[in-house]
């Protein structure tokens, strides 16, 4: 089983980025895909969730600046980051569940690397 992420980087603040989770090693399409992020010193949170029937969650910080998405055809969940600001400067990690969003990283049993997001001028 494998989660790896891409697509992190340096982006000026409203600028826009584009995660992608590429899993393998299980069936995708009934497990649940997360995005956490953690900044330095600061606890894991988490960013937003797509389920297999493609029903989204997202953390009130990124409601309408991100959008999560799903290509079940290519095992590969999607973060599209608009609109950035230096507080979105973190290490992002996607995960996977059965079924059903948590946003409690514990709650998910296959975790990526992460990639850095770095939003500064």
């Known amino acids: 089983v494998q989660l790896v992420e891409s697509g992190g980087g340096l982006v000026q603040p409203g600028g826009s980025l584009r995660l992608s989770c590429a899993a393998s090693?299980?069936?995708?399409?009934?497990?649940?895909v997360a995005w956490f992020r953690q900044a330095p010193g600061k606890e894991r949170e988490f960013v937003s969730g797509v389920r297999g029937d493609y029903g989204t969650v997202y953390t009130d910080s990124v409601k309408g600046r991100f959008t999560i998405s799903r290509d079940n055809a290519k095992n590969t969940g999607y973060l599209q980051m608009n609109s950035l600001k230096p507080e979105d400067t973190a290490v992002y990690y996607c995960?996977?569940?059965?079924?059903?969003?948590?946003?409690?990283?514990?709650?998910?049993?296959?975790r990526g690397q992460g990639t850095q997001v770095t939003v500064s001028s």
């Open positions: 090693g299980f069936t995708f399409g009934d497990y649940a």
């Open positions: 995960a996977a569940r059965r079924l059903f969003i948590s946003k409690n990283v514990h709650d998910y049993v296959y």
